[in-house]
């Protein structure tokens, strides 16, 4: 049993199939399926039922998977910790967030550690909020970007920016919005158990109002495109939607609405040196894109996003103003 064959055997098993973990690892699919069929053979038992959608676990596949977790968590933090004596950064950082989020943060991040760190390998995994969660809580990520409303005790957060929240639709519209008129139409949100989809729960309890929630969608993507082909609208954020999609925003006035995100480790793990190192590179890079066009609506999470009265397609709809 090797070291490969178990980091192999974790994603397949992760990700439900063979092709979906290969895109994860970056390796040919024939040699994942390689290190699985010879684990197999060491093992003299088949690991996972093969049908059309994916792959399951048998019996001696949750046995093993039982034990892997620990096994690599392990290996890795042995790797890292004798890295990190040596002052290297070498090894692998597991990041992951939303895909808004993902998009935004991992090029310049990717080009600064390719040119300062050529031995460290980063991964970026994306995932609605819930899915996040789970990774990071279950030792799949080192670090992960995740809303404040979805933190819990199992993680040791800071928060790292704000983000605006706008009303998308497909109508051109682009008049400033308050909260009480959208949640009466039709909406594409996530699901219940998604970070946004909690904010706006709780913010619709706030103002005493309820949600007519037509379509439930975890893809930013399908939401937007369910938007523009006008079956509702939805709230994103305004990151979220680039210039040249067929959606016009409109900005909250009443109340404004914003998204706190978190930089967030797990409680039940050290923390490597490299990781901390990456964990203060990103933290440098998203405070070098508030106030640009590099992440449109993000603010320092001390201050508070106002709506200001500007003409319509007025670039800058906002004003920062520093919270007391």
Known sequence: ????????????????????????????????????????????????????????LTDAGEQLYAHTTSILDAV??????????????????????????????????????EKNHPALVLEFTEGHSGYIN?????????????HDATRTQHF????????????????GDTRPARFTEIAGEPLVLPRKNHGLRLLLERTAAQERVSLNVRYEVDSVDAIKSLVEAGQGISVLPRAAVTPDAHLAIRPFREPIL???????????????????????????????????????????????????????????????????
Not at 278 to 307: D, Y
């Open 1 to 56: 049993m090797e070291f490969k064959q178990l980091r192999y055997f974790k994603r397949v098993a992760d990700a439900g199939s063979v092709s979906r973990a290969v895109a994860a690892l970056s390796v040919a699919q024939p040699a994942v399926s390689r290190q699985i069929a010879s684990l197999e053979d060491d093992l003299g038992t088949p690991l996972f039922f093969r049908n059309g959608r994916g792959v399951k």
């Open 258 to 324: 914003c998204r706190q995100l978190l930089l967030a480790t797990s409680s039940q793990r050290p923390v490597s040196q490299t990781t901390r190192a990456v964990i203060h590179e990103l933290k440098r890079q998203v405070r070098g894109m508030i106030n640009t066009p590099s992440w449109p609506g993000a603010s320092r999470p001390g201050e508070v996003v106002s709506a200001e009265a500007t003409p319509e397609n007025a670039p800058n709809l906002l004003r920062i103003e520093r919270a007391a």
């Open 134 to 146: 789970e990774w990071l809580s279950n030792g799949l990520l080192d670090v992960a970007i995740i």
């Open 156 to 171: 040791l957060t800071e928060p790292l920016v704000r983000e605006e929240l706008v009303v998308v639709n497909g109508a």
């Open 76 to 113: 890795r933090s042995a790797q890292q910790d004798v890295r990190d004596s040596v002052g290297v950064a070498r090894g692998t950082i597991l990041i992951g967030s939303m895909p808004s989020v993902v998009r935004i943060i991992a090029p310049p991040l990717l080009r600064f550690v």
